[in-house]
């Protein structure tokens, strides 16, 4: 009896996406020239993803629906109630928003206060769109560069006395108070805020300009922010985030966890995310959207952050798990060989995505760009007919 089906998920055309990686991942002409910016995989109601079943195709949450214990399994359904991950394949051309997302309590109340408030779900200046958190694991498919969590202490100080534009905020970060300095920035009137930044941004471009700075520098991501020229006032204050955070770079299949609470940001680059099934983004600066500054500040967690980039944990000589410290999600890669063969076993919903090589499993074929979602409970073999790789997502309760 089948128990894997090919999966259909949905494109994203936000503007700080790409227009090659995907379309040619996918086998598709884009003519047009569309961003592509987000593949998406899951059940979210923004964009369901669609099952090719003997029956026909059908959406996943239908499917999931009208017989959540066959889909997703007992304990998920008792846990959680529905699929409660969300995967994604990225491609980001031009750098996303500084952002943070809520714990599940704290979702719940923003949640519930703006229903109150008559705040439309669609409306864009809505910050949560339902009452869960939104933890993330990512893995590079290229060298990816991001921005994570603050600075350690002392980085952070080198950093502020580094530029003579930030003289004047080197007081706000005595004790190490990270809250105050991020708080006191975000929170001064924008003639302020622009005497600070213009001078800084007109530096960033001439020593880019020079071929002074790399990717490792906090004035090449500026500048690129502002390639087409530095505005005359308003400028964007995240644009100061991007100097008092961690600036990181991953190679290809290196991946990194970020969890509620966490300042990010990501810079460049392709890669593949699973997160828990939610929409809420709290937004401080450097993106056209809704930025709420005062409600981002009360979701942050104003602590240091020291990078952990995850290689991948073997489980055996095929596949590697990526450590997720939540229970709503987990992630492994399979690394097969041609003709080789290695079987997995679902506990619960899992979807099967090929980035690399041509594999055989349960009555289908998938290539590179395709995807699979397997029944909970189900014996499923995996046979390569060229070198594969291929992520796994799970729900590891």
Known sequence: MQKAYKLQGKFRHYDWGGTNFLPNLMGIENVNHLPYAEYWMGAHPSAESVVATPNGEHSLAELISENPIKWLGEKTVS??????????????????????????????????KEQNAGVPIAAANRNYKDKNHK???????????????????????????????????????EGRNYKHLYTHFMQLPMEVSDQILKPLLMEAAAAVKSGKVTKSDPHYWANKYYAAGIPFNNIDKGIFSIYILNILQLSKYEGIFQGAGLLHAYLEGQNIELMANSDNVLRGGLTPKHVDSDELIQQVNFIPTYPTILKGDFINAQETNFICPVPDFGLTKIVLAAGETYTITSNSMEMLLVMEGFVLLDQLTLTAGESAVVEAAAKIKLVAQKPTVLFKSFVPI
Request: aromatic content about 14%.
């Open 79 to 112: 846990v959680f109630g529905s699929l409660p991950y969300l995967f994604k394949i990225l491609d980001v051309l031009h750098m996303l928003s500084i952002q943070v997302h809520p714990t599940i309590p704290n979702a719940v109340i923003g949640y519930e």
């Open 135 to 173: 933890p993330e694991v990512m893995v590079a498919l290229s060298d990816f560069w991001l921005l994570h969590g603050f600075l350690p202490p002392e980085k952070l100080a080198e950093r502020l006395h580094q530029y003579s534009q930030f003289s004047s905020l080197i007081k706000e970060f």
